[in-house]
């Protein structure tokens, strides 16, 4: 089956204690990317990745780090998590065509509380 | 600045009837939009787009239209049944950027009661 799988779902954890959420994807999908939500804002893009070695920042990279060693693996690391960075995470990935690139496939969800 | 706006929180509409969702952009460079629908405890999944070279774009019972001059794009949903009960979100982007960014909006909750 087609997925992009994330882990954990729901994560509490405190102030400054690294965390990673993990992101794969079994459709080979060059692109790659992190979006938090929050409410009243919609998603957010917070980084992507082209391919393999290639990430970018999105609109709200501060406090967040990635990296992309394989193709289907894309974490998500708070090196110091702090309590705005509370929210519902999401990653997505889609191949890179004209209209591919922006009709991506979302994993569930990462529930992240910060306290 | 929210680029993108949604301006009706919820709507609730009647089994058969016609769902219109609308959202409404401010930067003139966006020239792909999108809508995603999503599912409590899931994350979105792409329901429909267009590109601005065009004003409409069908499939199904979902049709999206794009008014340009407005900056200004809605879906119907024709006829709406209790299974399309979610979160819509609208999307936009710039081909030229070439990032895969998509701009959302904060989404609309559609209820179809039966």
């Known amino acids: 089956e087609a997925q992009v799988t994330q882990n954990p779902r729901y994560l509490i954890t405190v102030t400054g204690k690294k965390l990673t959420v993990t992101c794969s994807q079994n459709m080979n999908h060059e692109y790659m990317s992190w979006y938090r939500q929050d409410p009243g804002l919609g998603l957010r893009q917070i980084y992507y990745?082209?391919?393999?070695?290639?990430?970018d920042k999105g609109d709200v990279p501060e406090g967040y780090k990635v990296s992309r060693k394989e193709k289907r693996n894309f974490p998500l690391i708070l090196e110091s998590p702090s309590p705005n960075q509370t929210s519902l995470y999401f990653c997505?990935?889609?191949?890179?065509?004209?209209?591919?690139?922006?009709?991506?496939?979302f994993g569930p969800g990462t529930r992240l509380t910060v306290t | 600045d929210q680029q993108v706006k949604q301006n009706s929180p919820s709507l609730s509409v009647q089994e058969g009837r016609i769902s219109i969702l609308n959202c409404d952009y401010t930067?003139?460079?966006?020239?792909?939009f999108l809508w995603y629908k999503k599912y409590p405890a899931e994350g979105p999944t792409f329901l429909i787009s267009?590109?601005?070279?065009?004003d409409k774009n069908e499939d199904g019972r979902f049709t999206v239209f794009l008014n340009k001059s407005a900056k200004h794009l809605s879906l119907h949903i024709v006829p709406s049944q209790p299974g399309d009960s979610a979160v819509y979100f609208c999307a936009a982007s710039s081909f030229s950027s070439n990032t895969g960014k998509l701009i959302f909006g904060q989404g609309t909750t559609l209820q179809v009661k039966p």
């Open positions: 997505a990935s889609s191949w890179i065509g004209t209209d591919s690139l922006y009709e991506q496939y």
């Open positions: 267009i590109s601005s070279i065009k």
């Open positions: 990745s082209m391919n393999v070695e290639v990430t």
């Open positions: 930067n003139s460079m966006f020239d792909y």
